[in-house]
C-alpha cells in the first residue's frame, strides 16, 4: 500500500511540475466556461439603430428617448428620408431603422392608430426577428402607460420589415459562417501539421539547408493547400447557389479574391502556429482550441458581437473570421462592392503582412 501511495504521489509531483498539463486541466476549462458563458447568448445590447422621423412631435420623441434609455439599443444616426435607409444598411454597422409615419400624433388623437416600420437587417435572421421584438416590446410598453390616463385607448402598431433576406431562411446566416469555418480549419490547420510533420521528422532543417530559399520552402509547402481551399471555396458557393438558393447579388469576382485574400491570412496563420508547434499533434490542438473556438465564437456568424463584454468584443477584432464574413454577407446578401468593404479588406491585407512577417522572422532564428 505504501508502494502505491508513493507511487501516486509521484504522478501528483510529475502533473504540477508539468505547465502544459496544469494549463490543460485548470487553465481551459476556465477558458472555456469564461468565453462559453459571455459570448453564447441570444440576448441584444447597444445594438446601433437609426431613426427616420417624418413626424417630428412630442409622441415620436418619448418613444425614441425610451428606446434610446434600454440598455439594448444604442442610436447612431438621424435619417431625413426613405432614401437614406439603403446606404446606411450596405454600410454594415446599423442593424435597424425605425420608421415613424408623417402625422404620427395627429393620427394618434384623430384616429386612435399609428404605425411605426422597424427596418431590420435579416442577413442575421436571428437577430432580426430579436431587434424586432425587442423594439416591438418597448413600443407596446410605452402604449399602456399613455393609455392609462385616457378612456379611449391608443393603438400603435409596430410593423417589421425585413430586407435581404425576407423569408428569414437560416441558410442566409449559415453558408458564409460555414465557409468560413471551412477554409480557416483546412488552410490553417492542414498548413500548421504539413510543415511540422517536417520538423518532426527532421527533414525541415534538411530543407532550410537546401539550395531553396527560406521563403520558397514555406511557399512551396502552402500553395498546394492554397489550391485546395480555392477548390473548397468555389463547391461551397456553387452549393449555396443551387442547391439553397442563396443570392449572389454583388460581383463574383471580388468575392473571388476576398476569398483568396482569406485563405493566405489562414495559410498565415498555420505557418505561425508551425514555427510555435514542435509535433503534429501540438500544431493541431492549437490550430483546433486556438483557431475554432474563437472562429464560431467571436466572429459574428452565431452570436451578436455587440451583446458580448467590451473585453470579448475587443479580442474579436483580431479574429480573421470576424471580417471574412462581414465581406461575405456583403457582396453576396446585400450587394456591396468595395467602396462599402475597403475597411474590412485593409484589415485582413494588414493581418496577412503582420502573421508573414513575424513568421519569417521566427524562421530566420531558427536559422541563426
Known sequence: MKRFIGFVQKEFYHIFRDKRSLFILFGMPIAQIMLFGFAITNEINNVDIAILDRSKDVTTQEIINKISASKYFSILQVLENGTEIAPVFEKGRVKAVLYFEKDFSKKLIAEHRAKIQIVTDATDPNMANTISNYISSIVQNYQQEQNRAIDIKYQIVP????????????????????????????????????????????????????????????????????????????????????????????SLILLGLETVLFIIVSLALGILISTIAATQQTAMMISLMGLML??????????????????????????????????????????????????????LVGMTLFLIGLSVKKYKIRLE
Not at 492542414?190 to 520552402?217: A, C, D, H, N, Y
Not at 483580431?318 to 465581406?327: D, E, L, Q, S, Y
Open 294 to 347: 474563437p472562429v464560431i465564437l467571436l466572429s459574428g456568424f452565431i452570436f451578436p458581437i455587440s451583446s458580448m463584454p467590451w473585453p470579448l468584443q475587443l479580442i474579436s477584432h483580431i479574429v480573421p473570421a470576424k471580417w471574412f464574413i462581414i465581406i461575405v454577407k456583403g457582396i453576396m446578401l446585400k450587394g456591396v462592392g468595395l467602396a462599402f468593404l475597403w475597411k474590412e479588406t485593409l484589415v
Open 159 to 250: 410593423e417589421s420589415r425585413m430586407i435581404y433576406n425576407p423569408e428569414l431562411k437560416s441558410v442566409y446566416m449559415f453558408v458564409p459562417g460555414v465557409m468560413t469555418v471551412i477554409l480557416m480549419l483546412v488552410s490553417a490547420m492542414m498548413t500548421s501539421i504539413s510543415i511540422t510533420r517536417e520538423k518532426e521528422q527532421g527533414t525541415m532543417e534538411i530543407l532550410l539547408v537546401s539550395p531553396l530559399k527560406p521563403f520558397q520552402v514555406i511557399l512551396g509547402k502552402v500553395f498546394p493547400y492554397i489550391f485546395l481551399s480555392i477548390i473548397n471555396a468555389v463547391v461551397i458557393v456553387l452549393l449555396s447557389i443551387f442547391v439553397f438558393h442563396v443570392p449572389v447579388t454583388g
